[in-house]
Every structure is written in C-alpha cells, then in structure tokens.
C-alpha cells in the first residue's frame, strides 16, 4: 500500500518556516510582509481559496487584506485598482484569485502587476524568468509539488516524469521546473495518444487534468510515485485525478484533499517572503 504524502503536514512546516522569515523580517525592518487578495464576483471554489488563504497568511504571520470587487467591474478599472495596490509600500505580494469573470482578460489583468509582487508567478515577466532559468517568482502549485517530492526523499535527478496537464499555471510551470531539477519530463495534454503507455513508463506521476480518476490502477507502475493535483466536485464530494485503488500499486501518493492543495497555499506564503526579502 502507497505511503500517504501528508501535504498538511509539510505545509504547516513551511507556514512555521515563512513565520520565523516574516519575524525577523518584521524585527528589521518594523513592518510585517504584505499580502493582498483580490477577488472579482463571487465563484464558489474561490471564495474558499481565498479563506484558506487568509488563514494561512494569519497562521504565518503576515499582514494580509482582502479586496472583493463585483463581477460587473470594468476591466480598466480593475487594472487601475491592482496598479494602485502595486504602489502600496506595505504590500509585497498581490494575487488575483482566478479565474476572472468571462468578461475581463485574464492577460490584460495580469499585467497591471508589477512582477516582483506577483506571488502567484503568473505574469508574462515571470513565467519567460522561469523559462529562461533566471530567478524569479515561480507559480505556487509546481513549487509545492516539487517540494513535497523532495521532502518525500524522491529522486527527480534522471528520474522519468509523466505530467498531465499543460495549463499555463500548472502543468506547463511544472514541466520546466522538473527540468530544472534534471528529470526526464513527458507531458500529456487532451490531445495526446499514448497516456496509458506514457504513464506506464514513469517513475513519478503528476496528475493535473481536472478529470476524475483519469490515472488508473493498471496504467501505473508499481513503485511509482503519484501526486495528484486534481481537484474534482464529484457529488459534493472532492475527489482527484488519480483512482483511489491507485495506491494498491504506487509506493508513495498524495491524498486528496490534503495533499497538494495545503501546498499550494503554504508557497503562496513563502512567495510572499520571498517576494518581500528580494524588494527590501
Ligand atoms: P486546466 O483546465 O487549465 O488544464 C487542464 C489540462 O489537462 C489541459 O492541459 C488539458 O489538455 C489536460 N487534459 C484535460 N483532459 C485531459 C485528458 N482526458 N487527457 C489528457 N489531458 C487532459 O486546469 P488546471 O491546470 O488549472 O488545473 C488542473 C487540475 O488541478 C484541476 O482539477 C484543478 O482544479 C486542479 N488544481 C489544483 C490545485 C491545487 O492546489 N491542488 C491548484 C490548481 C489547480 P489541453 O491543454 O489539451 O486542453
């Protein structure tokens, strides 16, 4: 049976780590790092991020405020509003809880950020740094899912890794990080033709389609690593990607819930540190 990959637990280590830097931060300097939350309408899913998110900030020790702006606004405005947050000295990191209402550009938005508050790594600048290697804030899910394979002691060096999905937030950031730490990446995407053999191959899987149970027991190897990005409503219920009899064969998975997405929310707090360390 897989070992479980507690990502609650590394993530309330992570939060005690960024809030030991944000003390000392604070110590220094007389202000504690800034975090703001931006949350356009009300979709359901984000409205709960973005609580975990405010807890986190609180539990790390940071100073964070919401800003909920209705559906209806118009995206000059919104883009006004996030420039002026950018300006704010207190703030270090801001996020745009996305997606964004139909109406408004997601791109357009994004780029009022300036880069070096985008803790979310979301923005053009950031995301051609992470391609080009260079430092840079780096998106919160890939940087979770790297850390919690490393604290799991898995060997990425050479290792062959199969990631599903190549969105531009999860998958595709994901890619290149694990090229940085020198695995031997596929990524497979809607289109591809070969994912059961693929995923056959691969001595850690990441799962980031958003479709249920995608990753089957039988298409796994045994001894494989599975971590499962997905997030599913299935019958008010949340399930992954990965099947759950996938664990009969994997020798570590993440659970779902408390497996990636604590991480995810626990990175987004060490951005922010690190977001304020680089800028003071
Ligand atoms: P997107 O919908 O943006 O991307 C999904 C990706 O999966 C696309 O690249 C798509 O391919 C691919 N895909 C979809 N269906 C299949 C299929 N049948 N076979 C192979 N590939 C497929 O989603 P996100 O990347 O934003 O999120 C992925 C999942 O992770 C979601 O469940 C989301 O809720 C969850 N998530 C969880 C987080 C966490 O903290 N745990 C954080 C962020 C997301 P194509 O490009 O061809 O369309």
């Known amino acids: 049976m897989a070992e479980r990959i507690d990502g609650r637990a590394r993530a309330a280590e992570v939060l005690e780590g960024v809030k030991a830097r944000a003390a000392a931060f604070s110590a220094a300097k007389g202000r504690l790092p800034g975090l703001a939350i931006v949350l356009v309408g009300e979709h359901p899913a984000s ?15 940071l100073y964070s405020e919401t800003h909920r702006l209705p559906a ?23 996020l745009v809880q996305l ?11 994004l780029a009022a950020l300036p880069p070096e508050k985008d803790v979310d790594g979301f923005t053009t600048l950031n995301q051609g740094r992470l391609l080009a290697g260079e430092r840079g804030l780096r998106p919160c899910t890939p940087l979770g899912v790297i850390d919690l394979l490393r604290w ?11 990631v599903i999905g190549r969105s531009r937030t999860v998958g595709r950031p994901l890619a290149l990080m694990l090229l940085e730490e020198h695995a031997s990446v596929t990524v ?13 191959r691969a001595d850690v899987v990441i799962a980031a389609a958003g479709q249920a149970g995608i990753v089957r027991r039988e298409m796994v190897r045994e001894g494989a690593v599975v971590i499962d990005v997905g997030i599913n409503r ?14 009969e064969v994997a020798s570590a998975m993440t659970p779902v819930p408390g497996g990636v997405g604590p991480m995810t929310v626990a990175m987004l707090m060490a951005n922010t540190v690190e977001a304020c360390t680089w800028r003071s």
């Not at 991020?49 to 986190?56: F, L, P, V």
């Not at 299935?234 to 664990?247: E, M, N, S, T, Y």
């Open 152 to 162: 799991h002691g898995v060997r990425l060096d050479g290792a062959e890794v199969v």
């Open 99 to 109: 997606p964004l209402p139909d109406a408004l550009r997601q791109e357009e938005v």
């Open 47 to 61: 409205l709960s991020y973005i609580r975990s998110k405010e807890q986190a900030a609180g539990r790390a020790g």
């Open 234 to 247: 299935i019958g008010g219920k949340l399930v992954g990607d990965v099947a759950p009899d996938v664990a």
């Open 188 to 200: 497979l995407h809607s289109h591809s033709q070969s994912l059961s053999d693929d995923v056959r």
């Open 72 to 94: 209806t606004v118009a995206e000059d405005a919104l883009r006004r509003f996030v420039g002026r947050l950018g300006e704010d000295e207190r703030l270090d990191g801001i």
